[in-house]
């Protein structure tokens, strides 16, 4: 399985920007991110066909958020732009080789980063 470790998060003010990284030991067909705040459900943010790159936005981070990928490093990153308190979150990297990579649903993701913390005040 592929292992994704995460890096990037932190404290910024409401307005700020932050870049998340997650960097995959190997090719994956898919990548994206969720975030889960306390007693919410995992959500998903965005998420990027490698080969194709192919994007898809959650309707809440649409234009601010932006997803893009070092394919060479099989890193992903997550720019977060214009920050909300709402953003506060764990934020965890996510990644499948099966083609139904779907934000509506964690399960359809098979490998998981351990998580960084994003605190918007």
């Known amino acids: 399985d592929v292992q994704l470790v995460e890096s990037g998060g932190g404290s910024v003010q409401a307005g700020g920007s932050l870049r998340l990284s997650c960097a995959a030991s190997g090719y994956t067909y898919c990548m994206g991110w969720f975030r889960q705040a306390p007693e919410k459900e995992r959500e998903g943010v965005a998420r990027r066909v490698t080969a194709s790159g192919t994007t898809r936005y959650a309707d809440s981070v649409r234009a601010r958020f932006f997803i893009f990928t070092d394919n060479a490093k099989n890193t992903i990153y997550l720019q977060m732009n214009r920050l909300k308190p709402e953003d506060t979150a764990m934020y965890y990297c996510?990644?499948?080789?099966?083609?139904?990579?779907?934000?509506?649903?964690?399960?359809?993701?098979?490998?998981w980063g351990q998580g960084t913390q994003v605190t918007v005040s």
């Open positions: 996510a990644a499948t080789n099966a083609t139904n990579c779907n934000l509506l649903e964690p399960k359809s993701f098979s490998a």
